[in-house]
């Protein structure tokens, strides 16, 4: 009897031994919700990322760590990442990890990253800037790479504050918001201000805008824009802009004569690739033309206003879908340039960016507006 007495004990033992070998390392919590606490990263790295993560969030902890391009020798530099910035975990390898950050992804020394569970964006550390585009314009453009002729992921006011994540040579890598990144010209970014508790005086009541001169500085504004881009004005009323080189191509927009338009180095004998604000796409080179001005632009374009007699302010928006980015807001009797349409939307240029706005938000101008 004694002898089975003595063996369960034993059993028991070997039980209680078992879970507290079996339980999480101690610096890595098991709830989403528990506070954030140092990880122990010495030992057996590779199971620590691949089998005992309980989020996908990676934190920068080392100001200006490197992103690269891959492992290989000589591997290009993706940015230099300030602390604080935080991506999502793609995999571990050799002492490398693999992040996502924005739509740039890349390998870091796995001592400048941590994995954190705040599920924040960014910390306090990343530093704030506003864009500040040179005198006479009213945006800047956002790129998806650091390069000219990347796609624009849109046009950012002037003021607009972006968190600065990196510096890419003469780029920075930025967030606005809480999902919305892309690379903006570092000379096109100043610190932004502290906030000021000067209250602001209440404004009187304003002149009724010119159309005539919102019209002009509109398409100025416009033209601006497109300086140093090479570019060519649409030729045919009605053109349409393809997803791809080809007529079967989905349709990103049906355009007006005179808009002017960057185009890109892949374009061919038959097709011309384009830019239009954010739109890109193909246009048949025998729709284009390489006359370019800004009264030529004015011509045909149309001159519409925004209707809102509800006060609901309008949103002008990055892309054709509800749920796009906002750009900006307009009251009733704002100046709307309608480049092109897709859909319910139109294509427009209004308060110096190009955006889309729905066309029931908009009426015809009337030469007493």
Known sequence: MRSMRDGRNALICLLVLLCVFAMPPVGWATDANAPEEEVDLEGDVETYFLQQRNTDNV??????ARMMSDLKKGARSLGTYNEGVRGTYVLYEDGFVKVRVGNTQGYFDLN??????????????????????PKGYAYAFMRQRPQSDSKSMGQIARGTHVYVLASVGEWSHVLIGEKDY??????????????TTTPEPTPGPTATPD??????DSLQTYMQGLLGAQVATIATEGARLRAQADDNAPLVGVYHQGVTAAYLPDSND?????????????MRRADLTADVSQEAMGENIPLMVVND???????????????SHTLAQFQDGSIVL??????????????GQVGYILKEDLRAHQAAE
Request: zero cysteines; aromatic letters at 8%; charged letters at 20%.
């Open 338 to 351: 309608v480049l092109g349409e897709i859909g319910e939307w139109a294509h427009a240029l209004a308060g």
């Open 112 to 133: 400048d990253v941590t994995m954190d569970v705040s599920g924040l964006s960014v910390t306090e550390d990343v530093p704030s800037m506003q864009v500040s585009p």
């Open 211 to 216: 159309p005539e001169a919102a019209y002009k």
């Open 59 to 64: 934190l920068v902890i080392t100001q200006g």
């Open 182 to 195: 892309g690379y903006i010209f570092t000379k096109y970014l100043t610190p932004a201000p502290r906030p």
């Open 309 to 323: 007699p509800n006060d609901r302010l309008p949103v002008l928006r990055q892309g054709p879908s509800d749920s």
């Open 270 to 282: 038959t097709w011309m690739h384009i830019q239009i604000g954010e739109a890109d796409g193909y």
